[in-house]
């Protein structure tokens, strides 16, 4: 008898499982509560009800009312109606075009943002991000100008896991009468949000992320934030994404984000601990090789690294063949050979920059499972590093 192949999932950055909690509070409104939430009659009303309680856990969990959320198809989704949404309606109302950013901001940003500046005519300053990826909040200030609608900084960075000071940069926008919007895709089965605290207007969540389905998103809007829907169609979400909602989805995420908020004192600090156990595993035994990212200031359970002279797509392979699942950077840049826009905008050379590695724990990591890493993960760097200068 072949013994199966051993596995090693640390890609939770990428996505997660659903909470078998969470599967069984969707469950019934696959096929028993399934009216649609605009209808007048009891099916309609009964799915109605179930999606009102989902406005109410979420926002609750966020420190928001329950008015201010809007449930979109992903976080790509909130990430895109924020930014646009926004952007709109200050062009509607006159009050300028200028938008700051960093160069650092996941793809949904980042791609909204230059076909904001591309094809809409509104101006982009990206702000430089220093060896950590960490934005300076007097930088900020420095580049808010009279025209300047909207600020989109990233709570945490998904490729190398630092964690950006969002409640100043939102205390400034504020001083200044100006929107501020954060993804916080990566952050709410690790660290708490509070959208009071962080002083943001507009901020972006994604059901998978935090042991959710996929298919569901959150997008939170402080009441009162000049906001166009750049989904037209129905009023749904009180006329702020058109479309008949994603009931189990919107049922699943504040089942998701009650199973986070209960999990999360406790699997942080574990994580964190399994984190450093991980990077210091692996900075001892493999030569040239260094934590991308902020050293303590990041993501409880994310470890980047870069490796000289290593291309990071061939080191994935070579870890999947282990049995090991990670990641170059963010899952959607994955199968792109250039060096990681986010890494270069960090200052890492280019030489290390293609070696780039995201390994993600997650509350199903086991501290054996990371000492497979740390004894596999050396052996692939040499493996790969030998047939690179073989070649
Ligand atoms: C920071 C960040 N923002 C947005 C997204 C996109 O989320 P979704 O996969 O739900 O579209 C991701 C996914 O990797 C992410 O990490």
């Not at 934005?135 to 580049?143: E, I, N, Q, T, Y």
């Not at 929107?179 to 507009?202: G, K, R, S, W």
């Not at 406790?266 to 934590?291: M, N, W």
């Not at 870069?306 to 291309?311: I, N």
Request: aromatic residues 6%.
């Amino acid at each position: 008898m072949t013994s199966a192949k051993r596995r090693v999932y640390l890609d939770y950055s990428a996505t997660t499982p659903v909470a078998p909690e969470v599967v069984q509070a969707i469950t019934p409104f696959l096929s028993e509560t399934y009216g649609n939430p605009a209808s007048l009659h009891s099916y309609g009303r009964d799915a109605a009800a179930a999606l009102d309680e989902a406005h109410q856990v979420v926002g609750c969990a966020i420190g928001a009312r329950a008015s201010e959320i809007v449930f979109t198809g992903c976080g790509t989704e909130s990430d895109n109606l924020a930014l646009r949404g926004a952007a709109f309606a200050a062009r509607q109302q006159g009050r300028g075009s200028h938008i700051i950013s960093t160069p650092t901001e996941h793809h949904a940003v980042e791609a909204t943002l230059h076909q904001l500046q591309d094809l809409f005519g509104f101006e982009v300053t990206l702000l430089p991000v220093d060896g950590c990826g960490r934005v300076d909040p007097d930088d900020v200030r420095r580049a808010i100008r009279p025209d300047t609608i909207l600020v989109s900084v990233m709570m945490a960075n998904n490729e190398v896991g630092t964690l950006a000071p969002v409640a100043e940069i939102g205390r400034i926008c504020h001083e200044r009468g100006v929107v501020f919007h954060t993804d916080a895709v990566q952050c709410p089965a690790y660290l708490t949000i509070d959208v009071e605290e962080m002083n943001v207007d507009l901020l972006a969540l994604s059901s998978h992320k935090f042991y959710g389905p996929k298919g569901i998103g959150v997008l939170y809007i402080r009441d009162g934030t000049p906001y166009i829907s750049m989904q037209t169609g129905g009023g749904h979400e009180r006329g702020r994404r058109a479309g008949t909602v994603n009931v189990p989805g919107a049922v699943g995420t504040a089942a998701a984000i009650k199973y986070v908020a209960a999990q999360r004192e406790a699997q942080a600090p574990r994580l964190r601990h399994l984190r450093d156990r991980l990077i210091d595993g692996i900075l001892a035994s493999v030569p040239d090789a260094r934590v991308s990212g902020h050293p303590q200031d990041r993501l409880p359970h994310h470890a980047s690294f870069v490796f000289k002279s290593v291309d990071g797509e061939t080191l994935l392979m070579a870890l999947d063949v282990e049995g090991i699942a990670v990641s170059t950077g963010s899952a959607c840049t994955s199968g792109d050979p250039e060096p990681s826009p986010v890494l270069l905008a960090m200052g890492v050379p280019r030489e290390w920059a293609l070696g780039g590695l995201r390994v993600s724990l997650g509350y199903h990591t086991t501290e054996e499972e990371i000492d497979y890493v740390i004894e596999r993960l050396p052996r692939c760097v040499e493996q790969v590093r030998r047939a690179t200068s073989d070649l």
